[in-house]
C-alpha cells in the first residue's frame, strides 16, 4: 500500500513539473556563468529567456500605484514613455535594434498588475507566445536579492541559482569592470547567504549549480537542470547558436570553456586571496569550495561605502568612453535607481 502511495506521489510531483510554464528566473552574482546558462537553456525548444536581464521589476512594482489604469491606451502610451528609457530598453536597442511596440505590449496583457505587465512583455521578448508549452523566464542577477518579492508575486516561479568561486567571481570583477575585489567578496558572502536563506522557505521551487560544476560535466548538470524545470533534455542544448559572453576570457566563444576555473591559483596575489578568504570563508565551505584561511573579518560599512563610490566611478568612466559626459550620467543614474538593491 505504502510503495502504491509512493509511485502515485511521483506521477503527482512528475505531472506538476510537466506543468510548468513559468516563469524561471535565472539568479546569481554578475560574472558567475549566468549568460552561459542563458544561452544553454535557449538552446532548448520550450525554454525561452530574453538576451537582455530586465533588473527592473522592483523598481516598477515599488512604483506601480503612480502608472495609473494602463487598460486605458493614452495610460499605456506615457508608461511606455517612462519605462523604455531603462537600461533593459536602452540594451535591447543598442544591441539588437528590438523594441515592443506599445500597441503590440498592451493587447498582450491578460492583466494590467505589474506582474501581467512583465509578463507579456518578457513573453512578447523571448518568443514564448501564450497558450504554448513553453516555459518562460528571465536572467537578471540582481533579483538574487530579491527571492522573496518575486516569489510573493509569481508563487509559481522557479529558480536557477548559479554560484562561480567567490576568488574567481573577484578577480573577474576586477578585470571586466575594475571594481574592487575587497567589495565584491563581502558582496559576494551577503547576497549568497542571503539568498539561500530565503529559498528554504521553497525549496521546491529553486536549485543551484556551481560553475565550476556547469563547466566540468555540463550533460549531467544541464540534464539535472531539466528535470527541475520539466523539460525533456536534448544534447543539442550543449551546442551553442550564439556566444553568451562579450566581455572577458569567454568573449565571443560559442563552446564551454571547460578551463575556466580556478584562476585564483595563479592569477591573484596570496595576501588578496587569504582576505577574500576570510572574509568569505564559511560560505565558501559550505559549498564545498576547498579553503585554506582560517579566521572571519567584516568590511565595515563606512569601507564598503567608500569602496561603493570607488565601483560606481569605475563603471562611469568606462560609460563615459562610450555615451559621452552627459549620456553616461543619465545611463548610470537610471542604472542605480532600477538595480540600487541588487547585486551588481
Known amino acids: 500500500m505504502m510503495s502504491e502511495k509512493r509511485a502515485t506521489s511521483r506521477r503527482a510531483r512528475r505531472y506538476k513539473r510537466a506543468m510548468f510554464n513559468g516563469p524561471l528566473f535565472l539568479v546569481g552574482m554578475p560574472r558567475s556563468g549566468t549568460k552561459l546558462l542563458r544561452g544553454l537553456l535557449n538552446e532548448h525548444p520550450q525554454i525561452g529567456i530574453p538576451l537582455n536581464e530586465t533588473e527592473f521589476y522592483p523598481d516598477w512594482r515599488r512604483r506601480w500605484a503612480t502608472f495609473g489604469d494602463l487598460s486605458d491606451p493614452a495610460r499605456f502610451d506615457q508608461f511606455y514613455e517612462a519605462v523604455t528609457g531603462s537600461v533593459y530598453f536602452v540594451h535591447r536597442r543598442e544591441e539588437h535594434g528590438l523594441q515592443i ?51 510573493a508575486d509569481f508563487p509559481q516561479a522557479r529558480f536557477i541559482h548559479i554560484i562561480r568561486d ?3 567571481y573577484c578577480l573577474s570583477m576586477k578585470t571586466a569592470f575594475g571594481k574592487s575585489m575587497t567589495r565584491a567578496a563581502q558582496r559576494w558572502r551577503n547576497r549568497i547567504e542571503g539568498a539561500r536563506h530565503v529559498a528554504h522557505t521553497f525549496p521546491d521551487d529553486y536549485t543551484e549549480v556551481r560553475y565550476e560544476d556547469l563547466l566540468a560535466d555540463p550533460t549531467e548538470e544541464v540534464e539535472r537542470l531539466c528535470q527541475f524545470i520539466g523539460v525533456d533534455f536534448s544534447p543539442e542544448m550543449l551546442e551553442l547558436s550564439r556566444a553568451p559572453e562579450n566581455i572577458g576570457d569567454a568573449r565571443g566563444r560559442r563552446t564551454i570553456k571547460r578551463d575556466n576555473a580556478e584562476k585564483w591559483r595563479t592569477k591573484m596575489d596570496p595576501g588578496k586571496r587569504r582576505l577574500i578568504e576570510r572574509i568569505a570563508g564559511d560560505v565558501l565551505r559550505s559549498l564545498e569550495y576547498p579553503v585554506e584561511t582560517q579566521g572571519r573579518c567584516t568590511v565595515s560599512r563606512p569601507h564598503m561605502l567608500a569602496l561603493q563610490i570607488y565601483d560606481g566611478l569605475q563603471l562611469t568612466r568606462r560609460q563615459v568612453q562610450k555615451r559621452g559626459v552627459v549620456e553616461a550620467i543619465r545611463f548610470q543614474a537610471r542604472l542605480f535607481r532600477e538595480t540600487r538593491s541588487g547585486a551588481g
Open 101 to 151: 511596440d506599445p500597441r503590440v505590449w498592451q493587447r498582450r496583457c491578460r492583466s494590467f498588475s505589474s506582474q501581467g505587465v512583465f509578463e507579456a512583455l518578457v513573453r512578447h521578448d523571448a518568443d514564448v507566445p501564450w497558450d504554448t508549452p513553453g516555459v518562460w523566464g528571465d536572467k537578471s542577477p540582481g533579483y538574487l536579492v530579491h527571492l522573496q518579492t518575486l516569489k
Open 166 to 168: 567567490v576568488r574567481d
